[in-house]
């Protein structure tokens, strides 16, 4: 397992958000987390992510106990959560040169940005403020900052959000690209067709406790 | 009085009378006095004391008394001209006349006679700003009594009605920009050009407090406009004759009656768009301060004003992972370079302050008092060059997708800021020393050296957490609020606990006939300890400050 979460609670100020959660993904493998708000998603992914230690449990990155401030983590994880949040004064292109030549690819980030940039559609806008986006739009920049980089694991919290259905339809065919160059993807959504677009396992997720998880042709078979 | 008027009669004086009677509201600012004046009594009378026997040495008493009363005119006129502009560009977003969040939410969808409503704001404001300038007057008063042997009546009643003047003006004149969308856009568009106006003034008493004679350009600069009447009521410009004070007062007295009829009357058009996006603002800024979140005000303030001047200049990113912290320093100030205008504004006028400080003691040992304040204006100019570090520490999470530690980053956020800080302290340092007679090698080496330590500095401020408010009123002592107080100045603090001996140390040792450059070198070696634990306390606190966001 690149990623294993087990026997994982958690509490915010007594009150318990997640309970007894256990999961984990191979290089490759795609897990969506499903739920309603308030299901435990978001908590669980920001322990998958080492930004927070569980209050019980633990949570393994190649056999190691994820810290968001190891380096290891830190080069290898890529994790998109909460709202899109950019420098004022950075174009959309300088966020994405930043992210890569960060990853000691300077020589080649002009043209990994151009390319992350026409893959959301954000081309003609690359020279401009992320300020004057849309709100589809920063998420889609938001993303690329985190696809346009090299990582084994990426952590994406309701990814789908302010997109429109084309490009979740590529988002969709983007996570299929990833799995195949052995990236792994773990995702929560509401959005069972997103799941079923592009994940292999589902975890469906209730009042902080897993209520169903498999296979995704199985767990979402016949919900629409 | 028709229906409305005697609709808007009733409901005011109901409101009044709901909000508690005058008495009580005079009580509120009795106690807010009381407490201010008991905290200024137990903490800040050893600081007024120091100020005041720092000033009234002999050598300064005479040789700035000399220079400050025939240059107080054109000085004054620069501080009106600088107020008149503040207040101005103040009244673009926010303007004297402010409505609170309630009285937006119920008074403005009413049928109430909106002049009626607003007068009485106008008018408390415009009464507001006569008191408080005229209390500036008297704290000018103090100064000029201070560093001058004979002040007289006729000067300290001067300086206090010029505060006054300068207040109702200022703020009658906001009040036409606010209530105009003429005036507004005339001031939104134009108002950068008086700014020449306060730099030729500011520029003619510097001269004139050399001790030139008056020339025809100070005459002409003191009675082409309202700045030079206004400014000659404490210090007419022909001292020896009423004629000018009489006339300066006689135009000040109906410029004051023309720009506050005028400011009453067009109060009154001030749409509810205006008052109720003005009172959001408030509330934000207001809800921002008293969190002890500067910041967030001021960049409120900034975005209502239309965003800071920026540039679009491009600079190619790095190849090496090593310089992009740098390069994303480098680029937020070719993107805002108003952050190194600044920046080499405080740095020159630290430099000055230290220089006149040498210039005006006898052997040549600036008090620590000009020590101080010169080294404070080396922090703000550091503070201006560290916006992105700010930016990280709002939001930790804006650097998740960067390999880098975020202490790390606040580390290498250092480094563009040093380097900039000390490129225009040796500028500013060797301008200022050759110009007060100093080596020039020296006075730019003093600034270099010390520029690690005040970047260092502002950036154990910048990386801090939340102000602990809750601090405050903790304990009767206030040892809470001194607490929080410590927490919000600790970059200052450190800035003159360690450069303010350290410097008086470089002129007592050259005093003493140590070699410039061994001072110097001593003076570099105390920086370089204390930026480096400096740079400790930048790491730790970023860390604490990235585990506390998640």
Sequence with gaps: MLLRAEWVSHQYGGVEVLRDVGCGVRPGECLALVGANGAGKSTLLRLLAGREQPSQGSVYFQDNVINEDDRFVRRNVAAVLGDPIFYPDLTAREHLELVVAAHGQGSHATERANQALHSFGLSERGDELPAKFSAGQKQALFLATALVRPRLLLLMDEPEQHLDPEARTHLADRFRELMREGVAIVFSTHQPDLARAAADQVMIMEDGRVVNSGPTAIVLHGDS | ?550
């Design chain 2, 1 to 550: 009085m028709t229906r409305d008027d005697r609709l808007t009669r009733d409901v005011l004086s109901w409101l009044r009378a709901r909000r508690g009677s005058r008495r009580v509201v005079v009580r509120r600012v009795a106690w807010v006095a009381y407490v201010a004046a008991l905290f200024t009594a137990i903490y800040g009378w050893p600081v007024v004391l120091w100020v005041v026997r720092s000033l009234e040495t002999e050598h300064l008493r005479g040789k700035a008394g000399d220079a400050l009363i025939p240059s107080l005119p054109l000085g004054l006129a620069c501080v009106f001209v600088v107020v008149l502009i503040g207040a101005c560009r103040n009244a673009l977003w926010h303007g004297p006349v402010v409505l609170s969040g309630p009285d937006v939410a119920w008074l403005l969808s009413t049928p109430l006679d909106r002049a009626r409503l607003l007068w009485p704001r106008a008018a408390t404001m415009i009464a507001g700003a006569a008191v408080t300038g005229a209390l500036a007057g008297a704290l000018g008063a103090v100064l000029v009594n201070a560093v001058h042997p004979h002040p007289g009546a006729r000067l300290v009643f001067g300086m206090i009605g010029f505060g006054a003047a300068t207040g109702v003006i200022a703020i009658a004149a906001a009040t036409v920009v606010e209530a105009s969308s003429t005036v507004a856009r005339a001031v939104r568009r134009y108002w950068f050009a008086a700014l020449p106006l306060s730099v030729v003034l500011a520029a003619l008493t510097a001269v004139r407090a050399s001790g030139r004679p008056w020339i025809w350009a100070d005459r002409v600069a003191v009675w082409v406009g309202p700045w030079g009447w206004v400014s000659q009521l404490p210090a007419p410009v022909d001292r020896g004759s009423d004629a000018s004070a009489v006339v300066s007062l006689l135009l000040v007295g109906l410029l004051g009656v023309v720009i506050v009829t005028l400011a009453l009357r067009t109060v009154a058009g001030l749409t509810a768009d205006s008052l109720r996006s003005r009172a959001r603002l408030e509330g934000r800024v207001v809800g921002d301060l008293y969190v002890g979140d500067a910041r967030s005000a001021r960049l409120e303030i900034q975005q209502a004003r239309g965003g800071a001047i920026g540039t679009r200049l491009h600079i190619g990113v790095p190849r090496s992972r090593y310089l992009v912290v740098a390069w994303r320093d480098l680029i937020a100030l070719v993107r805002a370079p108003g952050r190194i205008v600044w920046s080499a504004f405080f740095m020159t006028a630290g430099a000055l302050i230290i220089g006149i400080g040498v210039a005006a003691s006898a052997t040549h040992d600036p008090a620590p008092a000009a020590i101080a304040i010169g080294v404070l204006c080396g922090y703000w100019a550091a503070t201006a060059l560290l916006e992105v570090g700010r930016i990280d520490n709002d939001r930790p999470a804006i650097t998740a997708q960067l390999p880098m530690r975020f202490s790390a980053i606040a580390r290498r956020h250092v480094v563009v800021p040093t380097f900039v800080l000390a490129g225009l302290g040796a500028v500013a340092g060797a301008v200022v020393g050759g110009r007060f007679g100093a080596s020039v090698w020296a006075s730019a080496i003093g600034p270099i050296a010390a520029a690690p330590v005040l970047v260092g500095a502002a950036s154990v401020n910048v990386y801090r957490r939340a102000t602990p408010v809750e601090w405050v009123g903790v304990d009767p002592y206030g040892f809470g609020f001194a607490f929080v107080v410590l927490w919000l100045l600790i970059g200052p603090i450190l800035s003159l606990v360690v450069l303010v001996p350290a410097t008086a140390q470089i002129f007592s040792a050259v005093r003493d006939g140590t070699p410039p450059a061994a001072a110097l070198g001593d003076f570099a070696t105390v920086c370089v300890a204390a930026a480096g634990v400096e740079l400790f306390l930048v790491t730790s606190r970023s860390s604490g400050r990235a585990r506390a966001n998640r």
